[in-house]
């Protein structure tokens, strides 16, 4: 059902540790991917959560004050892409940055054609699984090394990965 979204919990406003200013996040229900060590374990389960609709959520979003962008976290928010699209085009309404983070990494999504509308609406894309023997805290809007802060509009026109300005990676760590 496209017009239904799986979310692991209600849908967060206020948050500055999601991506740049203040955002809301939205936490979609279920992953396939399993890292060890994920940090919410409890967004694995496909049928976990709770259903709520599209228009519920683009309404929610309307009534939200001093949000400068979405983020899209889970649990794996491509799982739930063709839905998604339609809370992707009303945050560009609102003229809100958007982001996602995916277990998957860029090219197995530009592999999936419902997957890639979802990503052609994304302004950041943090991608790759969560790897524990990478992690560092140290590091900004990622988790682990391996993750890469990509540039969506650039890496879509450029047909290769562009790393955004925020992905201060392995270099500028002290
Ligand atoms: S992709 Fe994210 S939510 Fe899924 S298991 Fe890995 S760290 Fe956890």
Not at 88 to 116: C, N, P, V
Not at 123 to 144: A, M, N
Request: hydrophobic residues 35%; aromatic residues 8%; negative net charge.
């Amino acid at each position: 059902m496209d017009n239904m979204i799986r979310l692991a919990s209600a849908l967060q406003q206020d948050s500055i540790v999601d991506g740049p200013g203040m955002r809301c996040v939205l936490w979609t229900q279920g992953c396939p991917h399993h890292c060890p060590g994920c940090h919410n374990p409890q967004t694995h389960a496909l049928d976990g959560g709770m259903t709520v609709s599209v228009d519920e959520i683009i309404a929610q979003m309307k009534n939200m004050k001093l949000q400068s962008g979405i983020t899209f976290s889970g649990g794996e928010p491509f799982l739930q892409a063709k839905a998604l699209v339609h809370v992707a085009k009303a945050a560009k309404q609102l003229h809100w940055t958007l982001w996602a983070y995916s277990g998957f990494t860029f090219e197995e999504i530009l592999e999936h054609e419902d997957m890639r509308e979802f990503l052609s609406y994304l302004d950041i894309l943090v991608d790759g699984k969560f790897r524990e023997e990478e992690k560092d805290y140290r590091l900004r809007f990622k988790g682990s090394r391996n993750q890469r802060i990509i540039d969506v509009p650039s890496s879509l026109a450029q047909h290769k990965i562009i790393l955004s300005a925020y992905d201060d990676g392995n270099q500028n760590l002290d």
